[in-house]
């Protein structure tokens, strides 16, 4: 069999065997992590968690996520993947169904704190995971399957949690008590399966054939950075690398443009008027839907070209024309607003994670992608308080919203910057040779 042949079905191998399971993985995870914002007035209610204690307790989340992302990947790094990511959903389904138990703010606090510092690893991981798996011409599309989830979760999530709050009073528990029981489960279980469903290397994977595992693993290494990217020995040599602190401020730029249109949205669909509850479910879901093709379009059109920076660029533009749109238009046109920087900053982020692997290595990029999500999700944090504090001076979060722009804006400018750090990733001679030769074939 020649060498294009072997790899085309080497790539199909390895998506179809890991992709699935990363996915469901993911999907489960931002349910976990999002699902609260569906019980905050129960929360108020039968908890004594007001506005304030809420924010914070939402807030917290993203502290333990940015704390532990580093230590978690180096582990990850060194003891393989799929025992450490099934620790982690493991820890993080128990907590998740122990919200359930929640009886006071401090619980409240340490709950969500320790659910952020369990969650810390999983997408780093993976992230990291997937350079394992893929050559850099593959990684795009791999990666913008696996953050399909988002866009996923985001739109079942609603009516999933609003079925399970409606289970309130069986077994003499309340609705929101079901929601964080019958959400968290799941993940406990589907960590059971995860050693079983992953495989850590290449080398190690008996379901590819020898020849298999040699294409693979050669084509894996070969788009390693050259031997004279040097790994920093010190966390403060990585936080002076200009390189690295540009990835993380444009990471920082989409998060928070995630969260501009997240918080934005639910004001916009309340202005329109004679929206029943199914009718607003679904135009909540629309952003999501557009989100949902961006992150499989963006990133094949990166792979395909070859070209990282121009669509992370022309993401981060349609980001900040949606999100200036969602503030200067209509109800309705401005949801449609929304919808074009959804598609943005959810295309944005696949694309933008195929660029750190083209100047790190080892334990240097386990560590650096960690420190990118973390400082990144950060974002989650500043968001919401940022639109609060518009919200609270100015009567409306459209201020709020014009600030958030504004980063993502700088983000633009920043990402145009990257075409000396791998913003661009051009396939190999090799590539190129056996590329052709499967598409000549073909025909």
């Known amino acids: 069999m020649n060498p294009a042949t072997t790899m085309e079905n ?98 409240f606090y340490v709950l969500r704190f320790l659910l952020g510092a369990a969650e810390a690893g999983f997408f780093p991981g993976v992230i990291l995971y997937i350079t394992y798996w893929f050559p850099a011409a593959d990684r795009g599309k791999a990666t913008g399957m696996f953050q399909a989830a ?93 390189r690295v602190l540009r990835l993380m401020f444009v990471y920082f730029a989409i998060q928070i ?23 607003i479910g679904f135009v909540s879901a629309l952003p999501w839907v557009c989100a949902l093709l961006g992150v499989l379009a963006l990133p094949w059109i990166s792979d395909r070209s070859g070209d990282r920076r121009g669509p992370l660029r022309l993401a981060l533009v349609l980001t900040v024309v949606g999100l200036l749109g969602g503030v200067l238009l209509p109800p309705v046109p401005a949801i449609a607003a929304l919808c074009v920087a959804a598609f943005g900053f959810l295309g944005a982020q696949p694309v933008f994670w195929t660029v750190p692997p083209t100047i790190l290595s080892g334990a240097h990029m386990a560590g650096t992608i960690a420190l990118i999500s973390g400082f990144g999700n950060l974002g989650g944090f500043l968001g919401p308080y940022l639109m609060g504090v518009a919200e609270s001076g100015t009567g409306s979060g459209a201020t709020g919203l014009y600030a958030i722009a504004a980063i993502v804006a700088a983000g633009v400018c920043t990402a145009t910057t990257l075409r000396w750090v791998g913003g661009s990733t051009t396939p190999s001679r090799e590539e190129r040779t056996t590329d052709d030769t499967h598409r000549a074939l073909r025909r």
């Not at 914070?56 to 704390?67: D, M, P, Q």
């Not at 739109?155 to 309340?174: C, D, Q, T, V, Y």
């Not at 799941?186 to 190690?204: F, G, S």
């Open 10 to 107: 080497t790539r199909r191998k390895v998506s179809r065997r890991l992709l699935p399971p990363l996915f469901v993985m993911f999907v489960l995870s931002f349910l976990d992590r999002t699902n609260v914002a569906l019980v905050k007035s129960h929360l108020a209610d039968d908890a004594g968690i007001d506005a304030t204690a809420f924010g914070l307790g939402a807030g917290v989340f993203f502290i333990g996520y940015a704390l532990l992302g580093v230590p978690s990947n180096l582990v990850l790094h060194r003891f393989g993947a799929r025992r450490w990511l099934a620790a982690l959903m493991f820890v993080w389904g128990l907590l998740s169904c122990a919200m359930a138990l929640v009886s006071n703010p401090t619980g």
């Open 150 to 242: 988002v866009a996923v979760a985001s739109i079942i999530g609603n009516p999933l949690g609003g079925f399970l709050i409606g289970l309130h009073g069986l077994a003499g528990l309340e609705g929101w008590q079901w929601m964080f029981l019958l959400e968290g489960a799941p993940t406990v279980i589907l960590a059971l399966a995860v050693p079983w469903l992953l495989t850590d290397r290449p080398e190690q994977a008996h379901w590819l054939t020898a020849e298999e595992k040699d294409l693979l693993a050669r084509r894996v290494e070969a788009d390693r950075p050259g031997e004279d990217a040097r790994e920093p020995r010190r966390v403060r040599e990585t936080l002076a690398d200009s």
């Open 257 to 279: 443009g995630v969260y501009g249109v997240t918080f934005w949205l639910p004001a916009l669909v309340g202005r329109i008027g004679g929206l029943g509850d199914v009718g």
